[in-house]
């Protein structure tokens, strides 16, 4: 599990194209990694295969290359870095899986005094999960939801993520991982559980 606290970005070193999926190698500036860490890249929960001091491997699987834009990363881009969260560590974002849910489209960004204002595109497959004040990850970035409206959403942003996330690097059309707040979902799933029961009772009377 993660928090959506980006802890630093790494850049894309390579990319091994392979017959089931692809190879990244990512620099980093952690202080120690292991074999079968769970790393959060942009969003994306992948493990460990290979590290060293300057940089880790990872591998994509197929369906990660289709559900993610992962995939299509080029030597040079740059990628938000979360390791899991350990048990006694302090929770400063919100429950983050690095299970990405579908990808948005930066549709605006306009600077607004000392910060930024991203407008995305909203998927409609997600559109039931997205409101005003909730919680959402981008590019495994828990943020806050500021607006919405049916086709499109915002977020604002502070200097201090603006400048230490991939964000200051992306631009108007750039695609980004979205994950919805997991709670949203066990909610909706008790709820159609609920009234599955209600109907089944009406429907017997």
């Not at 409609?124 to 049916?150: C, F, H, M, N």
């Not at 996330?165 to 108007?172: G, K």
């Amino acid at each position: 599990m993660f928090t959506g606290i980006v802890e630093t970005t790494g850049a894309i070193q390579s990319v091994t194209e392979t017959d089931d999926g692809c190879r990244l190698r990512v620099s980093h500036d952690f202080d120690a990694l292991h074999h079968g860490q769970s790393i959060s890249v942009s969003g994306v929960c992948l493990t460990v295969e290979r590290f060293d001091d300057d940089a880790f491997e990872v591998f994509l699987a197929s369906e990660t290359v289709e559900k993610t834009y992962l995939g299509s990363v080029a030597e040079g881009d740059v990628v938000n870095l979360e390791r899991a969260l350990a048990a006694d560590g302090r929770f400063d974002g919100h429950l983050v899986q690095g299970h990405v849910d579908t990808t948005a489209t930066v549709a605006e960004v306009e600077r607004v005094g000392e910060d930024w204002r991203y407008t995305f595109s909203l998927p409609p497959e997600i559109a039931q999960y997205v409101v005003a004040k909730g919680s959402v990850a981008l590019d495994g970035i828990s943020l806050t939801v500021a607006e919405r409206d049916s086709k499109t959403f915002d977020v604002a942003i502070i200097p201090t993520t603006y400048e230490l996330t991939s964000l200051s690097e992306t631009e108007v059309g750039d695609p980004v991982h979205v994950e919805v707040d997991v709670v949203a979902k066990y909610v909706e799933s008790m709820l159609d559980g609920y009234l599955d029961g209600v109907r089944e009772r009406v429907a017997g009377q």
